[in-house]
């Protein structure tokens, strides 16, 4: 089973903000879960030139403990052509 939400919302002409959530659950094993996470903020600095930056987290469950989590922050430089 899967539940997910995705949000992608315009705070103005040059910033833009989208998030990401799904949660997987096998139906046989309900304490085994995958969550997946992430943020973004995305500015538009001229009209061929954007930067971003990201928070990504992903968590599984069915791991063992010390591969359970990965966390990221990844920001970039962007050119429209």
Request: net charge negative; charged share 35%; aromatic share 12%.
């Amino acid at each position: 089973m899967d539940i997910f939400q995705d949000l992608d919302y315009r705070l103005s002409k040059r910033i833009r903000l989208t998030q990401d959530v799904r949660i997987a659950m096998p139906l046989e094993e309900t304490n085994e879960y995958e969550l997946i996470f992430s943020a973004g903020l995305t500015s538009d600095i001229t009209e061929s030139i954007n930067m971003s930056m990201r928070y990504e987290l992903e968590y599984d469950k069915s791991l063992s403990k010390d591969r359970r989590e990965d966390q990221r922050f990844i920001s970039s430089l962007g050119y429209n052509f």
